[in-house]
């Protein structure tokens, strides 16, 4: 399909139901059994994604045996992570769809790489969905289950990263000097976001997903755009 204009339809029906899903995950109101004090940025499933200790576990979802206050988290949690797999199931193409349709304008046939990128994350995520639902269940191998989600969260934030920085990458060069800037600012703010949250996740995952909502808030913008302009120029000519 060589033609942008489905590509970015495609980027914004499936970008709205990112962004109507992402409305249900914050209707949620997730808790953590312990006050987070701040770290990743108060944000419970975040918390619980890069959980890398039994300790730090237990601050999110609390100690098995579970108390009831405890189980009824782990009954939220639950709920987010299911309804999580329709989320990958939208935010995936949604990735892929923006940066084929910017290849497509652009000319730069690496902005393809994200449509190998956006499925990996995809996977990833799902992987890490697995292993939080696992944690979950009273019995648990807590540390098999932390150690293979380290792996999986990490990699899902880190390719995440990735395709935020390519799409800004996207607009660097062509003559328009303020938004080649712009973008490649974005793009090393994603890439350095994510280099920090391996070093220090409690501290640098809020900067990381800061970094890739402005990217998909854009990405989201410009398939708006890019077909408002295309219906436009329909009629114009």
Not at 48 to 69: N, Q, Y
Not at 163 to 170: E, H, R, V
Not at 230 to 235: F, K
Request: proline content about 4%.
């Amino acid at each position: 399909m060589r033609n942008p204009k489905w590509w970015s339809l495609a980027a914004l029906l499936t970008g709205l139901a990112v962004i109507a899903i992402t409305g249900v995950f914050m209707s949620l109101h997730l808790r953590t059994v312990q006050p987070l004090g701040g770290a990743y940025g108060d944000q419970a499933m975040i918390a619980f994604e890069l959980a890398d200790t039994p300790e730090k576990l237990a601050r999110v979802i609390g100690t098995d045996p579970p108390s009831a206050e405890a189980a009824r988290i782990r009954s939220e949690m639950d709920r987010a992570n299911r309804i999580d797999f329709l989320y990958i199931a939208v935010y995936a193409p949604f990735i892929a769809c923006s940066c084929a349709a910017l290849a497509l304008r652009r000319h730069r046939r690496w902005l393809w790489l994200g449509l190998v990128l956006a499925p990996l994350a995809a996977l990833c995520d799902i992987a890490e969905n697995l292993a939080l639902l696992a944690l979950t269940r009273s019995g648990a191998d807590v540390p098999a289950l932390l150690a293979a989600l380290h792996l999986r969260t990490f990699a899902k934030w880190e390719l995440l990263a990735c395709t935020s920085a390519l799409f800004a990458a996207g607009f660097v060069g062509g003559g328009r000097y303020l938004v080649s800037a712009l973008a490649a600012l974005i793009a090393l703010a994603a890439l350095g976001a994510g280099i920090l949250t391996f070093v220090d996740a409690a501290a640098y995952s809020p900067s990381l997903l800061d970094a890739i909502v402005v990217v998909w808030l854009w990405q989201l913008g410009y398939a708006a755009l890019a077909l408002f302009t295309s219906v436009v120029m329909r009629r114009a000519s």
